[in-house]
C-alpha cells in the first residue's frame, strides 16, 4: 500500500480523523467556492489522464456545484 504526504500527515495530526476520512470513507462538507472548484479541476485533471476530456469533466462537475447540486 503506497501513502501520500497528505495521508500520514492526517494520521499524525489527528489518528482519529484519518481513519473516519480514510478507512470508513467519511467526507468533510466544504462549501467554500475556492474548494469545491479545487475539487472539479482534480477530477478534470485525473480525466486528463485517463486520456478524457478534461474540459468536459470539468464544465460537467464544477457546473453541478454552481447550479447548486451536492
Same mark, same amino acid.
Given at each position: 500500500?503506497?501513502?501520500?504526504?497528505?495521508?500520514?500527515?492526517?494520521?499524525?495530526?489527528?489518528?482519529? !480523523?484519518?481513519?473516519? +476520512?480514510? @478507512?470508513?470513507?467519511?467526507?468533510?462538507?466544504?462549501?467554500? &467556492?475556492?474548494? #469545491? =472548484?479545487? !475539487?472539479?479541476?482534480? +477530477?478534470? @485533471?485525473?480525466?486528463?489522464?485517463?486520456?478524457?476530456?478534461? &474540459?468536459?469533466? #470539468? =464544465?460537467?462537475?464544477?457546473?453541478?456545484?454552481?447550479?447548486?447540486?451536492?
Amino acid at each position: 500500500m503506497t501513502y501520500s504526504y497528505t495521508q500520514i500527515s492526517h494520521y499524525l495530526a489527528c489518528p482519529r !480523523r484519518y481513519r473516519h +476520512k480514510y @478507512l470508513d470513507g467519511w467526507q468533510e462538507k466544504d462549501l467554500r &467556492a475556492a474548494m #469545491l =472548484f479545487g !475539487r472539479s479541476f482534480e +477530477k478534470a @485533471l485525473a480525466a486528463y489522464f485517463r486520456r478524457e476530456d478534461a &474540459a468536459v469533466a #470539468l =464544465f460537467e462537475d464544477w457546473s453541478a456545484y454552481r447550479d447548486g447540486g451536492p
